[in-house]
């Protein structure tokens, strides 16, 4: 049987995606300071918990990216708040690093897609790279697309976006 804190936190999400990795990554936390459970947490003393959230914040700055800090933290926010925790998060976000830009965020170029093309045998992911390179989608919409999604028009095949 799921914990009140638990419950509580997992219905204060909408989007099943987000449940998903707001859990995995607070279970990380958890882990990471070897709880027993959610009501465990929740048990600690709020001056400790603020430490606690900024001594994984900085165990974090050497781990992993710059970028990838505030998706570990705000699954933490989302659920101290929901469970009528306060800690001082401005104070927690100013521990952040400066988020670094990892490319030149131009599109590809047609030499950089017949490069990848080249050493992608297999069709299913060669007919992916060729979608994603024409329509600039982003890789999270992959999953959610469907066949039914997809629909003649003359002589070519169009994504519907709906």
Do not use: H
Request: contains cysteine; positive net charge; glycine residues 4%.
């Amino acid at each position: 049987m799921k914990q009140r804190s638990q419950l509580l936190f997992e219905n204060g999400i909408k989007s099943e995606a987000t449940k998903v990795e707001y859990l995995k990554n607070l279970n990380r936390f958890k882990d990471f300071f070897k709880l027993k459970d959610y009501d465990s947490i929740l048990g600690i003393p709020e001056k400790k918990l603020q430490e606690m959230v900024e001594d994984y914040v900085m165990d974090l700055k050497n781990k992993v990216s710059p970028n990838t800090i505030p998706t570990r933290i705000y699954p933490l926010q989302a659920f101290f708040e929901i469970n009528d925790v306060d800690l001082k998060w401005s104070k927690i976000r100013r521990l952040f690093p400066a988020k670094v830009k990892k490319s030149g965020r131009k599109a590809y170029t047609t030499e950089q897609i017949q490069e990848m093309l080249k050493f992608c045998p297999d069709i299913r992911n060669r007919a992916i790279i060729l979608f994603m390179a024409a329509s600039g989608c982003r890789v999270g919409a992959l999953p959610y697309l469907k066949i039914k999604d997809i629909t003649n028009i003359k002589d070519c095949k169009q994504y519907c976006l709906v």
